[in-house]
């Protein structure tokens, strides 16, 4: 099992071209949090789309060069998330980090967490679980992967605008994890807890179920105007978050 005394997780970066100011707080983070820590796990939606590791850009290149230098120091490990599902062993090895399936138990400090993007464990969202077990399913992700380029980048981008679409005639509708599925994902374990992103709702919360001992479920907030991150110094644990512009790090 993974095993790290001091820490820091992420998730929901949801990097891209079109928001310089979200790449330039990474590198900061990177080169002012990071370095100084065991390990870096950055638990999916690390970009805001990925329609395969041949279609890399210059701002993926420059992101797998930066993590690649970080992990002589820092371990780096990586999951991937809805909207970055079909990253691969491919780009993960150019960056030199390891590709987490989900969810993984790892040790921090003392303590044992299941760590988890969150979004298989939003089950009350029907639609959504119904599109996650077919565009995830190794056969149609193969089929995806050999698709031509030009369409894969079609496909994204107009799933993008509707998505777009949606929330400018919608209002913004968060679903969050359900309590029955994460109870059972923590059923006869000795995990403290379980860490995940995805719902956009950074916070702590005690879970408590009968004949079970008492277990922690800590969620990481998306990074648009403040940014956040977990850190784990031995037991001590801290969720913290800063503004993307100011980049002053350790505000709890």
């Not at 590198?27 to 100084?36: C, G, H, I, K, P």
């Not at 993960?92 to 980090?97: D, F, G, I, M, V």
Request: net charge positive.
């Amino acid at each position: 099992m993974i095993h790290h005394r001091r820490a820091v997780l992420i998730s929901d970066l949801h990097l891209s071209e079109s928001r310089p100011d979200l790449v330039r707080a990474f590198y900061a983070f990177l080169d002012e949090v990071a370095s100084q820590q065991e390990a870096l796990f950055i638990l999916g939606d690390f970009f805001e789309y990925w329609v395969g590791d041949d279609a890399s850009t210059p701002l993926h290149d420059d992101i797998a060069d930066r993590l690649h230098r970080l992990s002589k120091t820092t371990a780096v490990y990586l999951m991937v998330g809805n909207r970055d599902f079909a990253l691969g062993q491919h780009y993960t090895k150019r960056c030199n980090a390891t590709l987490l399936p989900d969810p993984t138990p790892v040790q921090l400090g003392n303590s044992t967490w299941l760590l988890s993007h969150g979004d298989r464990l939003c089950i009350d969202d029907r639609g959504y679980q119904r599109y996650r077990a077919i565009i995830q399913s190794p056969l149609v992700l193969g089929i995806l992967r050999r698709l031509p380029l030009a369409w894969r980048l079609k496909l994204a981008e107009r799933l993008r605008k509707a998505s777009k679409n949606r929330n400018k005639t919608e209002t913004p509708r968060y679903i969050d994890v359900n309590q029955k599925a994460v109870r059972r994902a923590l059923r006869g374990t000795q995990h403290a807890g379980l860490i995940h992103g995805h719902t956009h709702m950074a916070d702590w919360h005690t879970i408590a179920a009968d004949e079970e001992p008492t277990r922690e479920r800590l969620v990481m907030g998306d990074w648009d105007e403040m940014g956040w991150y977990l850190q784990f110094e031995q037991n001590v644990k801290t969720l913290n978050r800063f503004s993307i512009t100011q980049l002053k790090f350790g505000q709890s």
